[in-house]
C-alpha cells in the first residue's frame, strides 16, 4: 500500500456540476479498509477558498502538516468527500498531524452526519 490515513495527497476532483480541478485532499479512511476494499480511500478537499461554506471548513496552518508548506491559507472542507484508488492519486505531498486529523474527523463526522 503506498498511501495511507492523515496523507496528505494530489487528485483530480470532480464537483457537482461536472468540472475536474487538481486539488490536495487529506485520506480520512484507514488502512484496512483500502486493504480490504482493493485500494479504495476516502479524501476530503483541501481548497484556498474560505468563502463556501465556512460552516463546514477546518482551517489548516502550516504547522498542523508534516512535509508541506501551503502557499495560501487553506482549508479542509468536511462535507466535501470523495472516493478514489490509488491509480488516481497525483502524488502524495505531506502529512496531518495525528492531533489535528482526529479533530478534523471529528468535524467531517458534524458535518456530514
Known amino acids: 500500500m503506498k498511501y495511507h490515513q492523515r496523507d496528505i495527497v494530489e487528485v483530480n476532483f470532480q464537483f457537482a456540476d461536472g468540472t475536474f480541478k487538481v486539488h490536495p485532499a487529506i485520506i480520512v479512511s484507514n488502512d484496512d479498509l483500502q486493504e480490504d476494499e482493493f485500494g479504495l480511500m476516502y479524501l476530503v478537499l483541501i481548497t484556498s477558498n474560505r468563502l463556501i ?14 512535509g508541506f508548506t501551503f502557499t495560501k491559507p487553506s482549508s479542509v472542507k468536511c462535507q466535501i468527500i470523495a472516493g478514489y484508488v490509488e491509480r488516481d492519486v497525483i502524488r502524495r505531498i505531506g502529512t496531518i498531524k495525528e492531533r489535528y486529523f482526529e479533530e478534523i474527523v471529528d468535524k467531517v463526522i458534524a458535518s456530514v452526519f
Not at 461554506?53 to 496552518?61: D, F, G, K, M
Open 53 to 66: 461554506n465556512p460552516q463546514y471548513s477546518y482551517p489548516l496552518l502550516d504547522d498542523m502538516v508534516s
